[in-house]
Each structure stands twice: as C-alpha cells, then as structure tokens.
C-alpha cells in the first residue's frame, strides 16, 4: 500500500498528463526548483509506484516546511519509511534548504545507520540517530519530523513544558513526551533513551533542543507538528502577558479526550488524511517542483 494517506472522496489532485508549471529553473547545484512538470505522480527514476508517492510525500513536506519557516540552516529532518519494508527509510540528503529538497533527491538509510543511495555530502548524522532508532522501535510509526524552531525550543527549555493552557494545547496533551537534553543527537547510545522517552506517544519536547512528532503517515506526522508549534506559538504570546488564565479542570479533560481520539482511524480525517490531500493540492499548484 502507497505510504502516502488516500484521498477523500470527493477530493481530486491534477490529472495525469496535466502540465501543471510553465517554466525550468534549476539553483546553481543543479537542484530542480520550479519545473515543467507532467504527470506528478508517474513513478520516475526506476522507483516502484508505492516508493515515488513515498517521496512525493516527504518532498512535499520539505518545500511545505520551507514556507512555514521551519528550517534552521542546514538543520532539522523529516523522515518517512519506505513502503513495504520495515527497515529502510528516506531522509534529507546533507548540502540542500527544505526550498531545493526533491523526491528524487532523498536518501535511502536503512536503520542501522547505512546509506543504501548516494549523496555528495551523505546525511545529518543526527538525523540518522534520531529516525533511525524510532523507525526501528516503532513499527507502528512510519514517519518522523524533527525542528529547532524557536517557539518549540523556548517550550521544550521551560521547567513546566507545554501547558495546558489552550484548546492548541489541550487536544495534544495526551500525546505529549519528554527527553533531556544530552548534547547534539550525534550519539549513538542515546538511540535507547530516546525509544525510552517517547515511549507510546506521538509528540516529543527534546528539552533545550527542539520538538518531534512520529506518526503513521506523512500527513499524520506533518499536521501534528503544525499543532504543536501553534501551541507553542500561543503559549509564548500568552506568557508575554498579563497572568495567564487557565481552562476549568473539566474543560481541559474533556478537550484531552477529544484530541485523543483525533486522527483515529475512525475520525473524521483518519491519519489526517484530509488535511494532507489539501497540501498537496496545494503544492501541486504552487509548487511542482518537488516532484522532479
């Protein structure tokens, strides 16, 4: 089965065939920033159907986070597992922005930490420590995103954490893990502790690091970050402010149980598939690119 979550019904990507971006443009690396791109989801390259739709997936998440601001130089990754295997997965290669990543560009990793595709300048070695080992002892997780933003860094550094302080915050709580702060993610034996600490959740604070969701598809994993960093974004706003008010105990329980069920595949938009079908429309608009 395809990584990527399927289409609601109703709900239609460009037709096949369809020329859908006037224009080549290429960086001074020769990667494919705009293009004329036909056929977006015909597999290329010599890829299987289900592992070009993989890298469809993770390549739009990467031009995705590169308009929401969520790079941080060369840093930060998003991996997905490839499709039908329970140990090989995709990742950003070393030397390219979130703006240049392309689905032909992403690297194969295989989770103990080898290459199995080329790269100039290989991989973040903590890209590999920390998808590797969550893809390893997850099989239940099937992609994973990593940030430095400053919204979720500033949480991640605060004694108490993300507070349930809006319903933002409120319908991820249950889902919410924490792991101390070790040094950069460049050591393997910390793989174990991470596994530890995120444990059955789905939204890690890596304290004084950062934030990381894991989810079952690309959708999933991508929507949850977006709600963890406006949670982040509200709370840094409120506590510029005046005393903070806090929900009713009975407002916060019944919001926790109610995002706790969120995203389920008996939900309105199961592993988030909806809003995902939105933002590849959306970037098959306005960014084809990512699918050279």
């Known amino acids: 089965m ?3 979550p399927q289409m609601a019904r109703g709900l239609t990507r460009p037709a096949r065939g369809r020329t859908v971006a006037p224009y080549r443009k290429t960086n001074t690396n020769g ?10 989801r015909e597999p290329k390259h010599g890829y299987s159907a289900e592992e070009w739709e993989a890298r469809l997936d993770l390549a739009a998440a990467y031009r995705l986070g590169a308009r929401f601001g969520w790079h941080d130089m060369l840093g930060n990754h998003f991996s997905l597992r490839v499709p039908g295997t329970t140990d090989q997965y ?7 922005f979130f703006e240049e990543i ?3 560009s992403l690297v194969k990793m295989d989770t103990k930490g080898n290459m199995l595709s080329d790269s100039p300048h290989g991989i973040n070695k903590a890209g590999e420590v920390i998808h590797g080992a969550i893809l390893a002892a997850r099989p239940d997780v099937n992609s994973v995103m990593h940030l430095h933003s400053a919204v979720g860094a500033g949480v991640s550094a605060q004694k108490d954490g ?3 302080l809006s319903q933002n915050a409120l319908i991820l709580m249950d889902r919410v893990r ?6 950069p993610a460049d050591d393997d034996d910390e793989r174990r502790r991470l596994v530890r600490d995120i444990g059955d959740g789905s939204i890690l604070f890596l304290r004084n690091h950062g934030t990381l969701t894991a989810g079952r598809s690309m959708g999933e994993t991508f929507v949850l970050l977006g709600r963890v960093e406006r949670a982040c974004e509200i709370q840094i706003a409120a506590q510029a402010g005046s005393a903070l008010h806090m929900p009713s105990q009975d407002a916060i329980d019944r919001t926790r149980a ?8 008996n939900s309105r938009s199961p592993r988030a598939a909806l809003e995902w079908a939105a933002f590849r429309r959306k970037l098959d608009r306005e960014d084809p690119g990512y699918a050279a």
Do not use: F, Q
């Open 258 to 265: 109610i995002g706790a069920k969120m995203y389920g595949d």
């Open 90 to 96: 995709l990742l950003n290669p070393l030397g390219l």
């Open 178 to 183: 924490y792991h101390d702060y070790e040094g």
């Open 162 to 164: 993300l507070l349930p």
């Open 2 to 4: 395809p990584a990527g």
């Open 102 to 104: 392309t689905a032909s």
């Open 31 to 40: 990667v494919v920033m705009s293009a004329n791109v036909t056929n977006l």
